[in-house]
């Protein structure tokens, strides 16, 4: 199963791939995951990619591009992926559709995750993340059973620099502005799935899940 999740900031895309990814399978891809990794790893790719995260502007795709085709060329994408929070523009899009067209891949379907811009701050700005391992929780929807740490390995949770409001917003018109026309670009190839993300979470994948099935 080749598949994308999109969505704008805030709407469930980390929190689905993760069911996503154990049902059918496959590695989860996030672009997001990727530089924040290089960030605290301190890497070149990370320094240049910070300053642009940090503000809630997209990172340049000349940039993005790469990193994803050298990740997807790895051995474990060979029979299918989960793409979250990439492609983000036209031109990563049909960047894409080129080097999957160049291997011999097309993709099955793109997961569109739907929810109201009022919702999205909220849901940031109440996010918190494991340190050790990744685990996503939030302070009123999807709280851990101790504060401050992770249900599933005792790590310390905390909450990502571009969480704040101001810049959530920020994320949210560049989301409308440059991502959301990927959903005509997928609807006229007949593979976009709209899923209402403000229903529980649980209820979000049982949709999802079903979709993909269907
Ligand atoms: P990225 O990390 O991809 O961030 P994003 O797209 O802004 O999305 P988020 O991770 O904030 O939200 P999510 O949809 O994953 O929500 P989550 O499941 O965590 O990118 C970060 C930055 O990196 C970008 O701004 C950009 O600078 C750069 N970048 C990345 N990719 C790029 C690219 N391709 N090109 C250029 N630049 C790129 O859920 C959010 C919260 O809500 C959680 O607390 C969760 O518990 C809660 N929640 C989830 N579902 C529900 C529900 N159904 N009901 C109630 N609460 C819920
Ligand atoms: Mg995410
Ligand atoms: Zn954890």
Known sequence: MKLILLGPPGAGKGTQAANIVKEFAIPHISTGDIFRKNIKEGT????????????????????VCEIVEDRLSEEDCKEGFLLDGFPRT???????????????????KVVNIKVDPDLLVERAVGRRICKSCGATYHIKYNPSKVEGVCDLCDGELYQRSDDVAETV????????????????????????IDIDGQQDIDKVYKDISVALKG
């Open 90 to 108: 036209v031109f990563q899009a049909e960047s894409l559709d080129k080097f999957l067209n160049e291997n011999g891949k097309t993709l099955n």
């Open 44 to 63: 070149e790719l990370g320094v240049k990619a910070k300053s642009f995260i940090d503000s809630g502007k997209l990172v340049p795709d000349s940039l």
């Open 169 to 192: 917003e920020n994320r949210i018109k560049v989301y409308i502005d440059e991502t959301s026309p990927l959903i005509d670009y997928y609807t006229k190839k007949e593979i976009l």
